[in-house]
Nanobody
Framework: QLQPVESGGGLVQPGGSLRLSCASA??????????IGWFRQAPGKEREGVSY????????NYADFVKGRFTISKDNAKNTVYLQMNNLKPEDTAVYYC?????????????????????WGRGTQVTVSS
């Protein structure tokens, strides 16, 4: 089953860094044919897309508010997708969710709409505060 599990959240000071991980709950399921999206939701706000990566790993996309600060990457050997977050700001505070979509026949496609993802993790809290 394509059940993602997030980890790596925590409390960090402004300007600091965190690396989030999204792994498969089942070691029997490979991430190789899975496209991943990272989304976040802050208290009182709607969920918004942060970054996306194609199943083949060659294509990525970022929301404007994280460009130049966040980097998404995919390690198929470890069945894990990473979101490296640098120069964090207080407005980055949110619960970050990993979403997965099977995409073995569209390995270069980016999925940016949350409705396109069928499998969601439970989220990991990121708090940026001094």
């Amino acid at each position: 089953q394509l059940q993602p599990v997030e980890s790596g959240g925590g409390l960090v000071q402004p300007g600091g860094s965190l690396r989030l991980s999204c792994a498969s709950a089942s070691s029997e399921f490979t991430w190789e044919n899975v496209a991943i999206g990272w989304f976040r939701q802050a208290p009182g706000k709607e969920r918004e897309g942060v970054s996306y990566i194609s199943s083949g790993g060659s294509n990525t996309n970022y929301a404007d508010f994280v460009k130049g600060r966040f980097t998404i990457s995919k390690d198929n050997a470890k069945n894990t997708v990473y979101l490296q977050m640098n120069n964090l700001k207080p407005e980055d505070t949110a619960v970050y969710y990993c979403a997965a979509k099977e995409a073995r026949f569209a390995r270069s496609r980016i999925y940016v709409r949350s409705e396109e993802y069928f499998y969601w993790g439970r989220g990991t809290q990121v708090t940026v505060s001094s």
